[in-house]
């Protein structure tokens, strides 16, 4: 049987890294050092390997990092069967939803992004494991006709928009706590869920790689000031604000330190739009069950109900990039699921 054509795209991150002459970790810059150290690799597809794309930490990806990645991904597309991406943790599910949303549903082919806790080459490393689980999701994606765009990390396969990371340093690092695992991994292979996205044959892939910049994202904490918000905001850079809830959508009102007044001068006066998110989501969440958050809605500001804090964040860039005409236009695209983002 002829092996599937798979391209490994080197984002950095510590899996990617191999030892040169003097035992130095670096940037692996070829296939074949990836394959010195997971050689079934080789036996499992016909892997090529893309270097030069981004090799830097995580934390230093920003949104024009994403665009690159989705144009050289939308590069490839009809070139090879699946797509491994290698990339730092910190930042691994921020730079995935972005490239789902970017690509959307005409994708054709499954993506699966990976990292690990370990380098290659150290001993108990996670990387090796992740790398054949990686290939074995692409591959048997590749005979569903599963075309999404996917995080594998541990036994674990995930929607990428709807993943987090929550762990530093154990192995199983990334969990999606709104949406099931997309496929589970054990002894007897990689069992995907009915809910999987597949191809769509008569969608055509247009990429969507624009992100607005300017976007003031906020914790709500005890005794946050509201005239430290308010001086961002009449700055004249801010082109959005996010306000992550400690709660249910909730954000303080009243008071000294109630963020109404500055949702309505957010909104009312600056022109300038309002999400509120929740670090704590599940299948169910509503945010109008308590005053605060009902209050925050009536002021303006928009839910985006069970989305991630990290795709709340991106889709929120995405989302201003498509130039909407109104906040009610914004509205529709933030409640809008595109790629599996969101529950409607």
């Not at 090529?48 to 934390?59: I, P, V, W």
């Not at 959307?104 to 370990?118: C, E, K, N």
């Not at 928009?161 to 999606?176: E, I, V």
């Not at 706590?177 to 969608?203: C, E, R, T």
């Amino acid at each position: 049987m002829k092996k599937r054509k798979v391209i490994i795209l080197g984002f950095g991150g510590t899996i990617a890294m191999v030892p040169d002459k003097e035992g130095v970790l670096k940037p692996a810059k070829n296939v074949e050092e990836i394959f010195a150290v997971v050689p079934s690799l080789k036996k499992m597809a016909d892997v090529s390997f893309f270097y030069g794309l981004e090799n830097r930490d995580s934390t230093n990806i920003n949104p024009t990092h994403w665009a690159k990645l989705a144009w050289c991904v939308a590069g490839v597309h009809d070139k090879v069967d699946g797509i491994i991406i290698t990339h730092g943790t910190d930042t691994m599910a921020y730079t995935a939803s972005a490239l789902s949303l970017a690509l959307g549903r005409g994708l054709q082919i499954p993506i699966v992004f990976t990292g690990s806790q370990l380098p290659l080459v150290a001993h108990g490393t996670d990387a090796k494991f992740n790398l054949e689980n990686s290939m074995n999701t692409v591959l048997t994606a590749c005979e569903r006709g599963i075309a999404e765009v996917m995080i594998v990390f541990g036994d674990r396969v995930l929607r990428a928009n709807r993943s987090t990371k929550t762990s530093q340093s154990k192995f199983p690092a990334f969990d999606s706590p709104a949406f099931p695992h997309l496929a589970k991994i054990d002894a007897l292979g990689i069992h995907f869920i009915a809910d999987a996205l597949k191809a769509n044959k008569k969608s055509v892939l247009k990429v969507r790689a624009d992100f607005q910049m300017g976007i003031l994202s906020i914790d709500v904490i005890p005794g946050l000031e509201p005239r430290i918000l308010l001086g961002v905001l009449k700055s004249g850079k801010c082109k959005g604000l996010l306000l992550k809830s400690p709660g249910a959508g909730n954000v303080p009102s009243e008071g000294e330190y109630s963020l109404l007044p500055v949702i309505h001068e957010a909104v009312d006066k600056l022109k300038i739009p309002v999400l509120v998110s929740t670090k704590f989501i599940d299948t169910n969440m509503r945010f109008d069950i308590y005053e605060p958050s009902k209050m925050a809605l009536e002021a303006g500001a928009i839910s985006t109900r069970d989305l991630t804090n990290v795709t709340a964040q991106v889709k929120f860039m995405w989302a201003l990039a498509q130039g909407p005409k109104s906040f009610a236009d914004l509205k529709k695209i933030i409640n809008t699921d595109f790629v599996g983002e969101i529950t409607v």
